[in-house]
Every structure is written in structure tokens, then in C-alpha cells.
């Protein structure tokens, strides 16, 4: 999972491969990576959000047609996550200016 990673304001960025990679699994690593520990000590993802749920929505993502990306934004483990149906993941501390601000 190719990454950037700023400590000077808690951002992180990861890819995954959305026809072969499980998008929740892919936010557990991008959120421990951001986080700087191993992704079996943060909570479990299911006590935010339904994992299957970010993996439906990447299989719905793949199966119709369009150039369409669709995004999906919650907070876990005291981070902004968004995944996007492309691919990309963004891990951002909730203090840092424009976490989820800026282009794609």
C-alpha cells in the first residue's frame, strides 16, 4: 500500500487496490500507519462503522458502469478517514487545517 505521511500534521495517505483488496482492511493498516501503531491494538472498525459496508460499497463501485468515484467519510480511532472508491484513503487528525479540503 503505497503512502505519504506528514507528522507534522497527522495526515496519511494510502492506496489499495479495489478489485482485489478489501477496502476495510486497507483503512485498518492506513489507520494504524497514521497512527503509528500495529492495526490489532486500535478498536475494533466494526464499533464505528460496518466494515462490509465499506467493502460493499467498493464492489458496487467496480460493478457499474461510469468513471464515477464515490466517497465514504467517518471518524475512527480519533482520525478523519475518507475511502474512496478508487482506491485512495486519507487518514487525517480532526485538528489539522482542511483535513478533508484540498482536490482529489
Known amino acids: 500500500m503505497p503512502s505519504t505521511s506528514d507528522p507534522s500534521d497527522r495526515r496519511y ?34 464499533a464505528v462503522i460496518d466494515p462490509d459496508a465499506i467493502d460493499s460499497l467498493c464492489a458496487h463501485a467496480r460493478r457499474t458502469a461510469g468513471n464515477r468515484t464515490h466517497s465514504l467519510r467517518f471518524t475512527y480511532a480519533g482520525f478523519d478517514v475518507d475511502v474512496r472508491t478508487d482506491g485512495r484513503i486519507r487518514v487525517s487528525d ?3 487545517a482542511g483535513a478533508f479540503a484540498g482536490g482529489d
Not at 25 to 46: H, I, K, N, R
Open 94 to 96: 480532526p485538528s489539522s
Open 13 to 46: 495517505e494510502a492506496t489499495f487496490d479495489p478489485a482485489g483488496d478489501s477496502a476495510s482492511e486497507a483503512v485498518l493498516d492506513a489507520v494504524g500507519a497514521a497512527a503509528d501503531v500495529d492495526p490489532l491494538e486500535l478498536e475494533p472498525l466494526y
